[in-house]
């Protein structure tokens, strides 16, 4: 529901903006004269750029899944909840200092008419309307679980449920159920939505980050590019792979959120390099598609750290009950923050 909701704007964005991106100013600069352009220099970095990123990101998002076998990031532990809000740092830090900006700066581009683009601010309106459409399917998404999983329940089995919730899922920052069996546990429902809301978010701006790479041949954006999405997709697949391991899915289901992840940004890199020849990273259609992804990811994933995955950590009780606790995570969230801003120099 969640993903059809997504494209069914996507597809009113297109139609409302397609009149005004026929035209672009006369004095844009192509950039034709960048030494950096080399499609034959460029296509060998995107093939290690789509190997590095997969393999990264592989490692990132099974991390979480493989943590009972680790006793420092156990999901019972505190360090697996330090680690956790580090990585939700990461997925905040991306949004703030990445994706959000990329947009303003693409939407405000001089290859773009004055009349609309530059008489108002596009991406931040997107990204405060994807915010809230985030939130609405959020909230939806949650209810339609809670009812689809309580019918039929008798009032006092769904009491008891509700009671057992509420100890289990704020004594520690992670519920681990025993089976993927429609449970009606309303805290375990949450954790299953939030990890696909986010997953949604994730995959949308790792698509456009994957097909921006993949279309641009500009072999000096590459190299920085590289390492600095492997670094981002390393720990922001940490993030969401915890988020696949509080929800309990069964493990086919886990794989394949984990093997989804991981392949997007590779498989919008392969397309990319398809269009690459008819793609200019400058033209109207471009700057305005990817601008307007960029701010709609950025809103998306700003929502997702900070009410789902930092606020719903620092207000339960794991954290309410140890001040020591809340500054380690509190710190280690900075440092996510902190090292987006530094990577934000490459990338």
Known sequence: MATKLVYILLIIFTFTVSPAISTAPKDCDIGLENPCISKSKALPLKIVAIVAILTTSLIGVMTPLFSRYISFI?????????????????????????????????????????????????????????????????????S????????????????VDQ?????????????????????????????RVIAMVLELGILFHSMVIGLSLGATNDACTIKGLIIALCFHHLFEGIG??????????????????????????????FLGIALSSIYRDNSPTALITIGLLNACSAGMLIYMALVDLLATEFMGSMLQGSIKLQTKCFAAALLGCAVMSVVAKWA
Not at 109 to 132: I, Q
Not at 146 to 152: A, L, P
Not at 250 to 260: C, D, E, H, S, T
């Open 144 to 159: 339609l679980y809670t009812v689809k999983n309580t019918v039929g329940q008798e009032p006092e089995e769904y009491g």
């Open 240 to 269: 969401l792979g915890g988020c696949i391991l509080q929800a309990d899915f069964r493990n086919v289901k886990k794989f394949l959120m984990a093997f989804f992840f991981a392949g997007t940004t590779p498989s919008g890199i």
């Open 163 to 191: 009671e057992k919730a509420t100890h289990t899922s704020h004594g520690y920052g992670v519920v681990l159920a025993t089976k993927d069996n429609g449970s009606s546990d309303p805290q375990l429902l949450r954790y």
């Open 74 to 142: 156990h999901p019972d532990g505190n360090g697996f909840m330090i680690l956790k809000c580090f990585s939700s740092g990461i997925i905040l830090g991306t949004g703030f200092m990445h994706v959000l900006p990329d947009s303003f700066e693409m939407l405000s581009s001089k290859c773009l008419n004055d009349d609309p683009w530059h008489k108002f601010p596009f991406a931040g309106f997107f990204a405060m309307v994807s915010g809230l459409v985030t939130l609405a399917i959020d909230s939806v998404t949650t």
